[in-house]
């Protein structure tokens, strides 16, 4: 497809798009548009930075644009506050006559919510805790729902939320649209969808179990107390937007701390921030007041911020597919970007797992000189190191599910 104008939506909707500067859709949005209008349930896999909020938010504002009637709607769940505003920004960016979402997160005053609620919100975005709560004191009704969105729904289950989301959608009209975005619909997800969803078309583009294409990767062996320097070297070689990954709160504290002594304005979001400060990082992130900001992998999931151009793994993630996800923070919507992961020498194994796991390979790296050496004899440059032999690559079960889903 070419143009948003060969889908079938309102002249209204495509002016609002164009007028953002939308004029192509995505291939997911391209695949699911249609489908979603004609009110089928949607199980999604695309890559990351792809438009997936854009092809679930299109048909619930084309569909709520066609009617006259009242109540919620549409619910999206999705796992962290931060996305959950960024969703609900999206949507009220197109919203038109409609009424401005109805955000429903832990962490903020409970008093805004409940009175967009009240004043007729016809979309809720959710984190599943909050939302269960509110159902518990009858804050909230469902009994008008037509769409439950589910995105980064193998996330949600990560977190635990599963129980949360049992009750809620327990609370929800059975006859409805469901459309699930997740990286995966292998295992508990597969159950979960299983029972959520009737005759779902599947949709599969790019495999999310590889990091972007658009996104040089490159890896640097550096002895674990000059990571610090490491990593100021790295930020003040180039400029531009930098996201950097902690394995830990304590970890981001640190990274950030120094880095400010250094002179390098870093802002810094983990879970243990309270909500006013997460949301001032972000901002100062988003709106360039400082252009490094410190994450745990609470940032790795569905947050878009323009233009971030470096992503850096101070530290190896927990787990592999956290690594496709950290590094989906740049090259997106077609942009291209650079990450590098910093690891000591005794990480070699693990690097190498790492690699051999998603079937990637990081191009070896070092920061000027031998790789142990700290401070101004980094400042010398950034050469590469001779190649490792090249990982097996393994082909993922889910993988292979997601070509025959293609073909
Ligand atoms: N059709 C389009 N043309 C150009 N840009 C688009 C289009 N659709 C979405 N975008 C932009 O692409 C960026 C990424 O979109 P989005 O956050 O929806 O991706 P995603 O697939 O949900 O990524 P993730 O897997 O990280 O959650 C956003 O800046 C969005 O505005
Ligand atoms: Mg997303």
């Avoid at 037509?146 to 939320?161: S, T, Y």
């Avoid at 790019?206 to 320097?229: H, I, Y």
């Avoid at 400029?239 to 981001?252: N, Q």
Wanted: charged share 25%.
């Amino acid at each position: 497809m070419q143009n948003f104008s060969e889908l079938p939506i309102s002249s209204w909707l495509k002016e609002r798009l164009a007028s953002a500067r939308f004029s192509t859709p995505t291939p997911i949005q391209a695949a699911a548009i249609p489908q979603a209008l004609e009110g089928k349930d949607l199980l999604a896999t695309a890559q990351t930075g792809t438009g997936k909020t854009l092809a679930f938010l299109i048909p619930v504002i084309e569909k709520l644009l066609c009617q006259d009637s009242k109540g919620i709607a549409a619910l999206v769940l999705v796992p962290t506050r931060e996305l959950a505003m960024q969703v609900a920004d999206q949507f009220n960016a197109l919203r038109g006559r409609l009424s401005p979402a109805a955000l429903v997160v832990g962490g903020l005053p409970e008093r805004h919510q409940l009175s967009s609620i009240r004043n007729g919100a016809r979309v809720v975005v959710a984190t599943p805790g909050r939302l269960e709560d509110f159902l518990d004191r009858k804050h909230v009704h469902f009994g008008s729902l037509q769409i439950l969105v589910l995105d980064e729904a193998d996330r949600m289950l990560d977190m635990g939320f599963l129980p949360a989301i049992r009750r809620i959608v327990a609370a929800l009209p059975q006859e409805r649209q469901t459309m699930c975005f997740s990286a995966t619909m292998e295992g508990a997800m597969g159950r979960l969808v299983k029972d959520y969803t009737r005759d779902a078309v599947r949709l599969a583009f790019g495999s999310t179990l590889k990091p972007s294409a658009n996104v040089r990767l490159q890896a640097f062996e550096v002895a674990v107390d000059s990571k610090q320097d490491a990593l100021r070297h790295l930020l003040t070689k180039e400029g531009g937007r930098c996201l950097i990954f902690s394995r830990t709160k304590r970890g981001a504290e640190r990274i950030a701390k120094n880095l400010n002594r250094d002179g390098i304005h870093a802002a810094i979001i983990h879970g243990d921030r309270s909500q006013s400060q997460r949301i001032a990082a972000l901002e100062a992130f988003q709106r360039g007041r400082c252009r490094v900001l410190v994450a745990t992998d609470l940032a790795s999931r569905g947050i878009h911020v323009q233009d971030i151009v470096h992503v850096i793994n101070y530290d190896l993630p927990e787990v592999a597919e956290n690594f496709i996800h950290r590094v989906g923070r740049t090259g997106r919507a077609g942009g291209r970007g650079v990450a590098s992961t910093l690891f000591a020498k005794d990480q070699r194994t693990d690097l190498f797992e790492l690699e051999r796991t998603l079937g990637i390979r990081m191009e070896r790296m070092r920061l000027g000189g031998d790789p142990h050496e700290t401070g101004d004899q980094m400042r010398a440059g950034v050469d590469r190191m001779p190649s490792s032999p090249k990982p097996r690559l393994v082909r993922l079960p889910g993988e292979v599910l997601q070509a025959q889903m293609e073909s």
